[in-house]
T-cell receptor
Framework: GIQVEQSPPDLILQEGANSTLRCNFS?????LQWFHQNPWGQLINLFY???GTKQNGRLSATTVATERYSLLYISSSQTTDSGVYFC?????????????FGKGTKLSVIP | EAGVAQSPRYKIIEKRQSVAFWCNPI?????LYWYQQILGQGPKLLIQ????????DSQLPKDRFSAERLKGVDSTLKIQPAKLEDSAVYLC??????????????FGPGTRLTVL
């Protein structure tokens, strides 16, 4: 099946700093989503981005499908940004519509 | 618009007992998914429904897990008998449909199961 690798696994930031999270995937995809899992376990949709660039406030994401990677940018980080960020992809060749998740990047923003 | 609803939020049982989880998807969403998330890992798909039919249950441990979506709306996931390794968060998700933009998935708050 498709492999999804996220980096870095852990990240500690001072409040106000910027960061870039990376997601590499091993095959072509139909769907790519970024999620934020907050400390209470809720998975919150950030972006649906199988290709191209999107922005939402302090967050933006870029997926380069031909090179099989996606980036999530967080600017001016806040303590509420803490949690785990997951990248999840739908394998276009698998015939199934399931999302395969990476292991996540755990972000801690300190005041 | 209401999100995906799940209950209960927490459940503690002893091994070999049975347990059931309930999910109500976003209104109008035809596709429903159950995922298992073990601590420190990403969610893993257990079963996927399109309306009331199963699309993919290849990763469901069928000797102890079962799921149904009889009327094509809400769904239940059951574990019988539970094992210690079933301790996890069980997440329900829904999407408009299959393929393309229809497959953007939205998740419920999850049920945290502890098996003692």
């Amino acid at each position: 099946g498709i492999q999804v690798e996220q980096s870095p696994p852990d990240l500690i930031l001072q409040e106000g700093a910027n960061s870039t999270l990376r997601c590499n995937f091993s095959d072509s995809v139909n769907n790519l989503q970024w999620f934020h899992q907050n400390p209470w376990g809720q998975l919150i949709n950030l972006f649906y981005i199988p290709s191209g660039t999107k922005q939402n406030g302090r967050l933006s994401a870029t997926t380069v499908a031909t090179e099989r990677y996606s980036l999530l940018y967080i600017s001016s980080s806040q303590t509420t940004d803490s949690g785990v960020y997951f990248c999840a992809v739908e394998d276009s060749g698998a015939g199934s519509y399931q999302l395969t998740f990476g292991k996540g990047t755990k972000l801690s923003v300190i005041p | 618009e209401a999100g995906v609803a799940q209950s209960p939020r927490y459940k503690i049982i002893e091994k070999r007992q049975s347990v059931a989880f309930w999910c109500n998807p976003i209104s109008g969403h035809a596709t429903l998914y159950w995922y298992q998330q073990i601590l420190g890992q990403g969610p893993k798909l257990l079963i996927q429904f399109q309306n009331n039919g199963v699309v993919d249950d290849s990763q469901l441990p069928k000797d102890r897990f079962s799921a149904e979506r009889l009327k094509g709306v809400d769904s239940t996931l059951k574990i019988q008998p539970a094992k210690l390794e079933d301790s996890a968060v069980y997440l329900c998700a829904s999407s408009l449909g299959l393929g393309g933009n229809y497959n953007e998935q939205f998740f419920g708050p999850g049920t945290r199961l502890t098996v003692l």
